[in-house]
């Protein structure tokens, strides 16, 4: 039995009522979707906040529809909703592909868009209960002044570990974030931080509220893998995203590949233009790419699985999402 | 300092509940210790088994994840809801037949979710079961007779409906 720590849970049902709750009970609230990582975090004794504030319940955040040049997902839509709805499915099939490999059923059914956007950092030391931790002695992340991980460095390296992202990356989607100081809107490429104690622009006061995936991104061949233990409910161990342009001639006009799970931020993989442009994604550029994207990945003992062994499923996985990609 | 409480109203099964909970319990608390409704288990507490899944408003539900007040004016419906006057339902007929269940601790949650299933789809293949019931951990059976009941059960509520 693991339980809570004690709270207050404030249900608006609008934006500015959610926002000015949040100003009200600063620094003692966290906004809440799905819940499904915040509740498991707070019975670890992570998060100990005195109020929730529910984003379930706020109609701004609903919603999936076209509109002007833009796909705009609301940020407490689930990744049920995501995965199954029409215009994700055929204009963005990784990002269903994504959405519905996340966990389990009934945690899409619960999780939404906005949380797994913001998904906290993960660690084999710090996603224990509070008994767990204190065995061991604490860490940076949490109350502590080591890493376990590094042993010696003075920054957390828990591994991003959301699905969602990395394809959102590659489509060059924006997130819309809504505080007290108004709206703004962040390429989600320049969203995360490489600091596993908070790996996003995010303020605590923000509100995820829309994704907008850009329509002109739909014509890019798409492809999503995800390597985990079991085919479900597990945590990535390794993902990889990949989005090309393709010209007439079967050739690669732009190619972009971002992979996650290992550091604290999705890694975008370089020099991949200068391989594949103007060539087709033949055999040989398929190797050329998989020994680029295996020279860039380190994967640290942040998560349980061997970091060797993730490290050599890298190019194994880039290969195969690039077959997907080639695939009509 | 005491836990603070409100009140909760709940339709669980059917029936309204008004009940004076803490503030800070989940659903399956609240069921448990609160309404005494003790079908649906507490296994790992935290997403990772699905041996609390419930169903609410229709969809498959982890409710040791699900702040009670989620549940609040929406049908709740647990492994106690599953049977009727007439008898079991045919999910818990065909899991006894098929020896579904060995220890029974993971089979309220999967009989929630495949009822879900089976409300939608009562002819599921072997593949839609399994990715139906895959976020439900079983430590005992292996799964097959689970889906070979969950088969049987689709085929019996078929028959029903179309029997004269
Ligand atoms: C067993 C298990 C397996 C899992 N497997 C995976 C997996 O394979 N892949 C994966 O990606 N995730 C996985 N998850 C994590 C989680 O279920 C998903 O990432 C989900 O999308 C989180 O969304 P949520 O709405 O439940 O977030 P919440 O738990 O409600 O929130 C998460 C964090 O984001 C903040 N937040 C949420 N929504 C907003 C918003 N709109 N604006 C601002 N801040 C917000 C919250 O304050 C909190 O800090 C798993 C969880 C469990 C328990
Ligand atoms: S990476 Fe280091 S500091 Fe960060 S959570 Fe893990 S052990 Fe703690
Ligand atoms: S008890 Fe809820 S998922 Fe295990
Ligand atoms: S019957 Fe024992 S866990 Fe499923």
């Known amino acids: 039995m693991l339980r809570l720590p004690e709270f207050e849970y404030h249900r608006p049902t609008s934006l500015s009522d959610a926002v000015g709750l949040m100003g009200e009970l600063s620094g003692n609230a966290m906004y809440i979707a799905g819940g499904t990582d915040l509740v498991p975090n707070m019975k670890h004794g992570l998060f100990e906040p005195r109020h929730l504030i529910a984003l379930k319940g706020v109609s701004e955040l609903k919603g999936i529809r076209e509109d002007g040049a833009f796909l705009r997902i609301g940020g407490a839509e689930t990744l049920t909703a995501v995965s199954q709805d029409l215009g994700v499915r055929t204009r963005f099939p990784a990002l269903a592909e994504a959405a519905a490999h996340v966990a389990g059923p009934q945690l899409r059914n619960a999780g939404t868009i906005g949380g797994n956007v913001c998904l906290e950092t993960r660690c084999t030391y710090y996603n224990q209960t509070a008994f767990w931790r204190e065995a061991l002695g604490y860490c940076l992340k949490k109350d502590g002044d080591v890493c376990h991980v590094t042993k010696v460095g003075k920054k957390c390296v828990a591994a991003h570990s959301a699905d969602t992202p990395p394809v959102l990356m590659t489509l060059d989607a924006v997130v819309v974030l809504v505080g007290p100081r108004g709206e703004r809107e962040v390429p989600i490429r320049d969203f995360f931080l490489a600091d596993g104690i908070s790996n996003t622009k995010r303020e605590t006061t923000e509100i995820l509220t829309e994704v907008r995936v850009p329509l002109a991104a739909a014509g890019r061949r798409q492809a999503y893998v995800k390597l985990r233990q079991r085919k479900s409910i597990d945590f990535p161990l390794l993902t990889v995203a990949i989005a090309a342009e393709m010209e007439a001639d079967g050739t690669v006009g732009s190619i972009d590949g971002v992979v996650t799970a290992l550091g604290s931020r999705p890694r975008v993989l370089t020099g991949w233009g200068e391989v594949a442009e103007g060539r087709k994604l033949d055999a040989d550029v398929i190797e050329e790419l998989a020994i680029r994207a295996h020279k860039q990945c380190h994967p640290l003992e942040n998560i349980t699985v061997d970091p060797e062994w993730r490290r050599a499923m890298v190019p194994v996985y880039v290969r195969r999402a690039l077959a997907r990609v080639t695939v009509d | ?164």
Request: hydrophobic share 35%.
């Open chain 2, 1 to 164: 300092m005491p836990a603070t409480t409100d009140i909760v109203r709940l339709i669980v099964n059917g029936d309204r509940h008004e009940v004076g909970v803490p503030t800070h319990f989940t659903l399956l608390e609240t069921l448990r210790y609160v309404i005494g409704l003790t079908g649906s288990k507490q296994g790992c507490d935290k997403g990772d088994c699905g041996a609390c899944t419930v169903i609410v408003d229709g969809e498959p539900t982890l409710s040791c994840l699900m702040p009670v007040w989620e549940a609040e004016g929406r049908q709740v419906t647990t492994v106690e809801g599953l049977a009727t006057a007439a008898g079991p339902h045919a999910l818990q007929d065909c899991f006894d037949l098929n020896g579904a269940a060995q220890c029974g601790f993971c089979t309220p949650g999967i009989l929630c979710s495949a009822a879900v299933l089976l409300t939608r789809n009562p002819s599921p293949s072997r593949e839609e079961i399994q990715e139906a019931l895959s976020g439900n951990l079983c430590r005992c059976t292996g799964y097959s007779k689970i889906y070979d009941a969950v088969e049987a059960a689709g085929r019996r509520l078929l028959d029903a409906a179309e029997a004269p």
